[in-house]
């Protein structure tokens, strides 16, 4: 099946330093990938849309010079989390659409990044 | 209102007993619906989708219901594989980003 990977899967950062997260679909090509934000005991936040070859678009209150978003190829999806603080660290998730297999159905999760800024 | 609520558990049932939970949500014009599980520390896997029509996938049913605006999932002859986090997700403006209820923690004891 589709597969949808993460690099790192887990992250210790200085406060104040860049940490990027790469999102990659495998085995099929996503134009739309999505990434989330799940905080302990809460549910998943979309943070943004990555559309391949033009500008992320960010939902409310998410700051789009504080998580840069690249989607530079139809496989490749990357989160920059900018000037990190402690109160990013989270789990941060990222999703790709299968095209081919249309609808929500085809949208598969990365394992998940874990972003702990000391 | 959250645009996706459901009741957090936790559900502790003993193997081979049925567990069923609910989910609402805020637009009635969403189309589409789906159980995710989600175990500790990892990523949202689907579970199965929900069609309006209900629909079984082995033990687990799912149930729509557009009037009262809300999904249900039923687990029978549970295992002790199935406790995890159980999410409900609605495709809330039809534009294929996923609103993600808190979840509904399930824990099957032997």
């Known amino acids: 099946g589709a597969v949808v990977s993460q690099h790192p899967s887990r992250v210790i950062c200085k406060s104040g330093t860049s940490v990027k997260i790469e999102c990659r679909s495998l085995?099929?090509?996503?134009?739309?990938m999505f990434w989330y934000r799940q905080f302990p005991k809460q549910s998943l936040m979309l943070m943004a849309t990555?559309?391949?070859?033009?500008?992320?678009?960010?939902e409310q209150g998410v700051e789009k010079d504080k998580f840069l978003i690249n989607h530079a190829s139809l496989t490749l999806s990357t989160l920059t989390v900018t000037s990190a603080h402690p109160e990013d660290s989270s789990f941060y998730i990222c999703?790709?659409?299968?095209?081919?297999?249309?609808?929500?159905?085809?949208?598969?999760f990365g394992p998940g990044t874990r972003l702990t800024v000391t | 209102r959250k645009e996706v609520e459901q009741d957090p558990g936790p559900f502790n049932v003993p193997e081979g007993a049925t567990v069923a939970f609910n989910c609402t949500y805020s637009?009635?014009?969403?189309?589409?619906f789906f159980w995710y599980r989600q175990d500790c520390r990892k990523e949202p896997k689907l579970l199965m989708s929900?069609?309006?029509s209900g629909n079984e996938d082995g033990r687990f049913t799912a149930q729509l219901n557009r009037a009262s605006q809300y999904i249900s999932l039923l687990i029978r002859d549970s295992k002790l594989s199935d406790s995890a986090t159980y999410l409900c997700v609605v495709n809330i403006r039809n534009d294929y980003k996923l609103s993600f209820g808190a979840g509904t923690t399930v824990t099957v004891r032997a």
């Open positions: 999703s790709a659409r299968d095209l081919e297999r249309g609808g929500n159905s085809g949208q598969y």
């Open positions: 990555s559309n391949e070859g033009s500008k992320a678009t960010y």
């Open positions: 085995d099929f090509q996503a134009t739309t």
């Open positions: 637009n009635s014009a969403s189309q589409s």
């Open positions: 929900v069609y309006s």
